[in-house]
């Protein structure tokens, strides 16, 4: 269960690190890919965030979470300026794929094809 500053925390880190993806996130992994944060879970300590992003425009979405890990410490360093003021340690980041969207899409269409197939039964 995560407390009311954990809740708080994560979403100043989620909303400064959007904001961060907007002003870096070129220079590191190109204009070509979109990134977004979809989520950010903080420790119950404060110390690490686990921010979880996902990728659009590119079909390795790996070799976009790899560049960002490169530079990770560049990455935190803009955060860091941007929360500095606002919390008193900076937790270190960490990097996931969020392909739920993905998942969605993958499902969605296996519906289709069933619903296409005429195996999907009788529909109300």
Known sequence: METIKQKQVAELVKRNFSLVLQDEGSYIYGATPLVTVTNVKVSSDLSQAKIYLSVYNTENKQ??????????????????????????????????????????????????????????????
């Open 63 to 124: 070799e976009v979470l790899l560049e960002m890990a490169e530079e990770k410490s560049r990455l935190k360093q803009s955060l860091g300026h941007r929360l500095r003021k606002l919390v008193r340690r900076i937790p270190d980041v960490d990097f996931y794929l969020d392909d739920t969207l993905d998942e969605m899409y993958r499902i969605d269409a296996m519906f289709g094809r069933l619903r296409a197939d005429n195996q999907m039964g009788e529909e109300e």
